[in-house]
T-cell receptor, first 108, second 112 residues
Framework: RKEVEQDPGPFNVPEGATVAFNCTYS??????FFWYRQDCRKEPKLLMS???SGNEDGRFTAQLNRASQYISLLIRDSKLSDSATYLC?????????FGKGTTLSVSS | GAGVSQSPSNKVTEKGKDVELRCDPI?????LYWYRQSLGQGLEFLIY????????KSGLPSDRFSAERTGGSVSTLTIQRTQQEDSAVYLC??????????FGSGTRLTVV
């Protein structure tokens, strides 16, 4: 089983749509969780941390379920500029382990 | 990205040659990581430096790969006898923590 698994997509949605990405992780000892965004041929950039209580940043909501080892990202009112690859990230001791990412394409 | 500079930005080398990639933190960070990203693949952890502690080399794919960090600042990743499967983007990152990493813009290595 891979350490971090994501549905690769692509997710093709119209502007204004709500879209949800899911991620599972295998290491129950993981303590830190993040979503990163990566644009084509660019380096990954932190989108948001994920906390057990769930957290929201504008149109983005992240949830963590430790019992199920499951992380989610919800994007509301999708914008064209949200088109990117979204990476689920979990720590393994000192390193951050990245999923392969879910590709989102928002069209007008 | 801001805070870390990588060079060169692009490198084309012949199979069998050695290459050296550089990561230069702009400000002082004790923790430094190397990752690589092959075409269509996720980021693969390579090596981690933390202060004066022994580096975590558990991600290095073979003994052709080595890295060092001098004076707790600049780091170099060396690949000896490059192979075509070494072609990837090599990314340097600083400081994991509650706010995650800051990545450099990477070195795109192509082995021909």
């Amino acid at each position: 089983r891979k350490e971090v698994e994501q549905d690769p997509g692509p997710f093709n949605v119209p502007e204004g749509a709500t879209v949800a990405f899911n991620c599972t992780y295998s290491n129950s000892a993981s303590q830190s969780f993040f979503w990163y965004r990566q644009d084509c041929r660019k380096e990954p950039k932190l989108l948001m941390s994920v906390y057990s209580s769930g957290n929201e940043d504008g149109r983005f909501t992240a949830q963590l379920n430790r019992a199920s080892q499951y992380i989610s990202l919800l994007i509301r009112d999708s914008k064209l500029s949200d088109s990117a690859t979204y990476l689920c990230v979990v720590n393994r001791r000192t390193a951050l382990i990245f999923g392969k990412g879910t590709t989102l394409s928002v069209s007008s | 990205g801001a805070g870390v500079s990588q060079s060169p930005s692009n490198k084309v080398t012949e199979k069998g040659k050695d290459v050296e990639l550089r990561c230069d933190p702009i400000s002082g960070h004790t923790a430094l990581y190397w990752y690589r990203q092959s075409l269509g693949q996720g980021l693969e952890f390579l090596i981690y430096f933390q202060g004066n502690s022994a580096p975590d080399k558990s991600g290095l794919p073979s003994d052709r790969f080595s890295a060092e960090r001098t004076g707790g600042s600049v780091s170099t990743l060396t690949i000896q006898r490059t192979q075509q499967e070494d072609s990837a983007v090599y990314l340097c990152a600083l400081d994991p923590g509650d706010y995650g990493y800051t990545f450099g813009s990477g070195t795109r290595l192509t082995v021909v």
